[in-house]
């Protein structure tokens, strides 16, 4: 009985977590961009969040990688209801399944 409430509460912190990180990589963009486009690595990084970053935000999903990703995701400003469809639901799916396996 409790395990839906677990999974509910537990997606809910997640996918709040990942809207925090969203909008400080969002707030970051102006200094991170002129970073970035000044060495031609962090161009080519910068053009590489633009066109796989909904791609990229498939592994968000992931322990170590998908916190960073969704901060990537607010720098290179994704869509941010794209954002929150794709890494949100894999979010909900991750805890789902864990609550199946447990």
């Known amino acids: 009985m409790s395990e839906p409430k677990a999974l509910l509460f537990a997606s809910c912190g997640n996918i709040l977590a990942i809207i925090l990180n969203y909008f400080l ?5 102006e200094k991170t961009k002129t970073k970035l486009l000044a060495s031609k690595a962090g161009a080519k990084a910068y053009g590489y969040g633009h066109t796989y970053g909904y791609y990229a935000l ?8 998908g916190d960073p990703l969704t901060l990537v995701a607010g720098v290179v400003r994704l869509r941010f209801v794209w954002f929150v469809l794709i890494a949100g639901s894999l979010r909900i799916a ?3 399944l864990l609550a199946l396996v447990v």
């Open 25 to 29: 990589g969002y707030l970051l963009y």
């Open 58 to 65: 498939l592994l968000s999903w992931l322990p170590i990688i």
């Open 94 to 96: 991750r805890y789902a």
